[in-house]
């Protein structure tokens, strides 16, 4: 391990001290601050030469400050001649982007990828894509874990019997149906329309949820809207209790408040986005990832396997 060194940018500094007790290290030295016009400045204050460097950070609000910042920490880094540098990004922005949806919009998760690549990562560590095929934008080794060894032992721990495993779209059936399998639950699927971006429209559900405990497992909550529409859909049809659980808590505009409002009992998710001021909300339960991502990292450099975590 006194080859390793795990730095932090500013997205996620909590986390990053997680990820390092797990491997009984301290956090790597290094300012990342900005000037008063906003331009990015990075200092690693230690030496890296020959080192297998780890750079911890999600592309979260402010996503494009928290972008630049991985940018131009990986660049210190390559100029600074560590042996290998891995992006370890809890949360991957831009991931919606993964292709055309109209004839003349971008893909911009390709983008990051490209720019994360030029910039001196030679891995990435990542958690829950929202599309797996991002993977493939990338011409270095990619390991996507997933949540399931944070998600799966709470949901088991603390829901008992009659509980139906709910995808809120047709994309996440394979998640909730792996869920559902391990937990011996029932699985329900919301068929939903998204008439434009973070506007959906519940329409039906298939699957049996009367007097069930529906859990509504996604990847991401961003405005809460396909969240909250999804659990007023499942309490009409008889549902006895409403949960959600997700990976990636974005929260972003009225997401508080209409999680409040909703009918949910609680929504269960990850610190890959740490809780921002002003954002509280009591319905809101955060479970820790940093022993997950650690033991990842720890993999890594002992050259063992990571996919061996989720089976």
């Known amino acids: 391990m006194n080859r ?23 956090p790597g030295r290094a300012e990342v601050k900005k000037f008063s016009d906003g331009e990015v ?13 780890y750079v911890v950070q999600s592309i979260c609000t402010p996503c494009n400050d928290n972008l630049m910042e991985l940018l131009i920490m990986l660049d210190a880094l390559k100029r600074a001649s560590a ?50 095929q991002i993977q493939g934008f990338f ?51 919301i068929d939903k329309r998204r008439p434009a971006p973070n506007v959906s429209e519940v329409m039906n559900i298939i699957g049996e949820i009367s007097g069930k405990v529906a859990i509504i497992l996604d990847d991401m909550v961003d405005t809460a809207g396909t969240l ?30 209409r999680i409040e409002n909703s009918p949910l009992e609680e929504l269960v998710v990850t610190n890959t986005i740490p809780k921002r001021e002003g954002m509280e909300c009591r319905k809101i339960k955060y479970l820790s990832v940093g022993k997950l991502l650690g033991e990842a990292i720890r993999r890594i450099h002992y050259g063992e396997s990571v996919s061996s975590l989720f089976v």
């Open 41 to 53: 400045y990075v200092d690693i204050q230690e030496s890296v030469r020959g080192m297998e460097i």
């Open 4 to 26: 390793i060194r795990v730095f932090a940018g500013n997205s996620n500094i909590p986390l990053t001290h997680e990820i390092c007790d797990h491997l009984g290290i301290e």
């Open 83 to 132: 042996h290998s540098i891995t992006a370890v990004v809890p949360y991957y922005g831009y991931a919606r982007q993964d292709r055309k949806v109209a004839p003349r919009t971008p893909i911009s998760a390709k983008l990051v990828a490209d720019l994360v690549t030029v910039a001196g990562a030679t891995r990435l560590v990542c958690l829950d894509l929202h599309a797996g």
């Open 139 to 189: 011409n270095i080794p990619v390991d996507n874990l997933y949540a399931t060894p944070v998600l799966l032992p709470y949901i088991r721990d603390n829901f008992k019997d009659d509980i139906v495993i709910v995808s809120p779209d047709a994309g996440g059936v394979e998640r909730a149906r792996a869920f559902a399998k391990r937990l011996s639950a029932g699985l329900a699927i």
């Open 228 to 257: 909250t529409q999804a659990a007023e859909a499942l309490k009409k049809q008889g549902a006895r209790k409403v949960y959600g659980a997700c990976t990636h808590p974005v929260l972003s505009g009225p997401a508080i408040e």
